[in-house]
């Protein structure tokens, strides 16, 4: 077992959102599981904290202020570092239209809040292994 925890403990994901309250949430479902995680107030914050170290997934929000989801998923993908990472929508959003613009921008996946923490660690683990 012990290996399956090494190889995630070297995984890094940035969680991008305007709330506090989900920034903590998110962060704490998952350092429990084990991975590392930064946290970023909006886009332009989230772009920051990537220039200064990268992240191994990006888990945002959509609707934020400076720079919402949508722009920080066109930002990202044009850096060469971030260009195939795993990129998640965490938001309130559910209709098909906002999910249509944001895999066409170059989401990965879409979680719809409030989450369950299970829910969570499932797709972080589909995508990070």
Known sequence: M??????????????????????????????????????????KDA????????????????????????????????LPSHKFSPIIFLTTESEESKKAQAKAAGASGWIVKPFQQDQLLAVVKKFLG
């Open 2 to 43: 012990g290996r399956g925890v090494s190889k995630v403990m070297g995984k890094t994901i940035l969680t991008v959102d305007d709330s506090a309250s989900i920034r903590q949430m998110v962060a704490f479902t998952l350092e429990s599981a084990g991975y590392q995680v930064k946290t970023a107030v909006d886009g």
């Open 47 to 78: 772009l920051d904290k990537l220039g200064a170290g990268g992240a191994d997934m990006i888990i945002t929000d959509l609707n934020m202020p400076n720079m919402d989801g949508l722009q920080l998923i066109t930002e990202v993908r044009k």
